[in-house]
T-cell receptor
C-alpha cells in the first residue's frame, strides 16, 4: 500500500495523559499536513511541513500540541495533557509541492482520538 | 483571509438523477485552486475534482462536473446519474499561495434508491 498511513486508527486516553500519532506520507511527497476534524465539521488546518521544516502552525495549535517531521519523512503529532476538547479525528495529508502549480493532497484514514 | 461557504448542510437525490452542491468562496488572491472532496462514512477524504482558477474551462471527471464562476466566486459541483455509492459528505476546499486547504463545513448527500 503506497498511500498515506496513519497510526493508530483509534486511541482512547484518559484526560491528562499524553498521546502521539504517526503519519507516513507517500514517499515522494515533500509536503505533509495535519488537520483536525470534529463531528459535523470540516477539517481545520493545524500545521504543515515542507520536507523537515515546519512552515506554518495554526493558532488552534496550543502549546500542548507539537509536531515533528525528522528527516522529512514520517511525522508525529503529540498532544500533552490531553483535554476532552481534544477529542476529534486527526487527519494527515501529503502532497508534492514544486513551486507554482498544485497537486492533489492525499489523505490518510485518520486517527480518532477519544479523551475520557 | 480566505473563506469557503457551503450553504446546504444536507441534500438528497434519487438514484440516477442529477444533483448540484453549492460552494462560494472569498479571496483576494489571483492564483488559486478549488477542490471538491468526498468523505464517506469510512472517513477517508477522496478528491473528486479540481479546478485551477486560471482555467476558464469547467473541470469534469466522468459523472462529476463543476460550474466555476470566477467573478461570482462560485464553485458548484454537479453529480449526474447519481449512484448509491455517491452518498457521503462533500467538502469544498480552497488553496492559494500557501497551499494549505481551507474547507467549507460540508454537505451531507443522501442518495435514495
Amino acid at each position: 500500500d503506497t498511500g498515506v498511513s496513519q497510526n493508530p486508527r483509534h486511541k482512547i486516553t484518559k484526560r491528562g495523559q499524553n498521546v502521539t500519532f504517526r503519519c507516513d506520507p507517500i514517499s515522494e511527497h515533500n509536503r505533509l499536513y495535519w488537520y483536525r476534524q470534529t463531528l459535523g465539521q470540516g477539517p481545520e488546518f493545524l500545521t504543515y511541513f515542507q520536507n523537515e521544516a515546519q512552515l506554518e502552525k495554526s493558532r488552534l495549535l496550543s502549546d500542548r500540541f507539537s509536531a515533528e517531521r525528522p528527516k522529512g519523512s514520517f511525522s508525529t503529532l503529540e498532544i500533552q495533557r490531553t483535554e476532552q476538547g481534544d477529542s476529534a479525528m486527526y487527519l494527515c495529508a501529503s502532497s508534492s509541492y514544486e513551486g507554482r502549480g498544485n497537486t492533489e493532497a492525499f489523505f490518510g484514514q485518520g486517527t480518532r482520538l477519544t479523551v475520557v | 483571509a480566505q473563506t469557503v461557504t457551503q450553504s446546504q448542510p444536507e441534500m438528497s437525490v434519487q438514484e440516477a438523477e442529477t444533483v448540484t452542491l453549492s460552494c462560494t468562496y472569498d479571496t483576494s488572491e489571483s492564483d488559486y485552486y478549488l477542490f471538491w472532496y468526498k468523505q464517506p462514512p469510512s472517513r477517508q477524504m477522496i478528491l473528486v475534482i479540481r479546478q485551477e482558477a486560471y482555467k476558464q474551462q469547467n473541470a469534469t471527471e466522468n459523472r462529476f462536473s463543476v460550474n466555476f464562476q470566477k467573478a461570482a466566486k462560485s464553485f458548484s459541483l454537479k453529480i449526474s446519474d447519481s449512484q448509491l455509492g455517491d452518498a457521503a459528505m462533500y467538502f469544498c476546499a480552497y488553496t492559494g499561495n500557501n497551499r494549505k486547504l481551507i474547507w467549507g463545513l460540508g454537505t451531507s448527500l443522501a442518495v435514495n434508491p
